[in-house]
């Protein structure tokens, strides 16, 4: 089992910056993609980007084509957490963020197998 403790969200105003951090606990997670989704009231569950092993200790971030550019996604394996920095924030960014964890990368949900608790990221004009 994993558990991912996600912290960091609240209100901000358009144009701004919000940093998400990740906790992962539970099992060795070295090898694991941890990342990053939001949901939209009405909307499905949105993949924004994570970060998966490559290789001894090199990990590697990808992003889903939209984000590419207005966020970045760090990893500290020694302390088994992900961020998830954001940028140029807009009202249509209002959201639920949820960290994610899998064996192997995702790039949709389907594809993970932890889910975080979510915290709420509201955008005000």
């Known amino acids: 089992q994993v558990q991912l403790v996600e912290s960091g969200g609240g209100l901000v105003q358009a144009g701004g910056s919000l940093r998400l951090s990740c906790v992962a606990s539970g099992r060795i997670l070295t090898a694991y993609t941890l990342g990053w989704f939001r949901q939209a009231p009405g909307k499905e569950r949105e993949f924004i980007g994570a970060s998966r092993w490559i290789g001894g200790r090199a990990y590697y971030a990808y992003y889903a084509d939209s984000w590419k550019g207005r966020v970045t996604i760090s990893r500290n394996n020694a302390e088994n957490t992900v961020d998830l920095q954001m940028n140029s924030l807009k009202q249509e960014d209002t959201a639920v963020y949820y960290c994610?964890?899998?064996?192997?990368?995702?790039?949709?949900?389907?594809?993970?197998?932890?889910w975080g608790q979510g915290t709420q990221v509201t955008v005000s004009s």
């Open positions: 994610s964890a899998a064996s192997r990368p995702y790039s949709n949900s389907g594809g993970v197998d932890y």
